[in-house]
């Protein structure tokens, strides 16, 4: 396996030596730069080119959605595993439509890090489940749990819109679509389009 080279953006350099040295720990991976903050992170991607960005969001600058969204639009073949505390989940949407692959919070242990960076590597969104598990959603109210996007593309996938269609109507990428139709299998328990397609005829979301 080639060696998979990473760009590791934080501003506290106690938080990037803990991750260098799991990742050291790992077959596979080298760590190409570190960076503190967003515009040297925006800089230093566009120079050496890595397979993988392991990005915060909070840093001085530009935040990691900021990053994201930047280095999105000159590098569409980048992954960025975004590397945060923050677990709320207008935060992880965003992060998401600026182009991330995958969200992990801080708190991972090795074998979930190992998981992310192999999802994203071959082209799988990623999402920590602890993000999932701290989600409260109301039980007498199914669509009470969704976010007004994930409602949004619930509907237009059950009313045949294809995933590039989705993508160009709402002006994200089709990875992004891809993700939050994936997570609403997961919240919603279904797993195919069919089983969506079923829940909005149930809840009425199809006008």
């Known amino acids: 396996m080639n060696t998979v080279r990473i760009v590791l953006v934080d501003d506290h350099l106690l938080v990037r030596a803990g991750i260098r040295a799991l990742l050291e720990s790992l077959p596979g991976y080298q760590v190409i ?14 120079r050496t080119r890595p397979d993988v960005v392991l990005l915060d969001i909070a840093m001085p600058g530009l935040s990691g959605i900021e990053v994201a969204r930047l280095v999105r639009r000159s590098n ?5 595993l975004i590397l945060s505390s923050i677990d709320r ?20 242990i090795l074998d979930e ?5 192999l999802a994203v590597m071959e082209q799988r969104p990623f999402l920590s489940s602890k993000i999932n598990e ?15 996007r994930q409602t949004e593309i619930l509907r237009l996938v059950a009313n045949g819109h294809t995933t590039k269609e989705i993508a160009r109507d709402l002006g994200i ?9 994936a997570r609403l299998m997961q919240r919603i328990g279904v797993h195919d389009v069919t089983g969506l397609t079923r829940f909005a005829v149930q809840n009425d979301l199809l006008n």
């Open 173 to 181: 990428s089709p990875k992004t679509v891809e993700f939050h139709r």
């Open 89 to 108: 989940r207008e935060i992880v949407d965003q992060a998401f439509e600026a182009g991330a692959n995958g969200y992990l919070l801080k708190d991972f």
């Open 76 to 80: 569409s073949d980048v992954r960025i």
């Open 33 to 46: 730069a570190e960076c503190a903050d967003g515009r040297q992170a925006v800089d230093d991607i566009e």
């Open 134 to 148: 701290r989600a409260v959603t109301d039980p007498g109210s199914p669509c009470e749990g969704l976010t007004p």
């Open 113 to 117: 890090l190992q998981q992310a960076l």
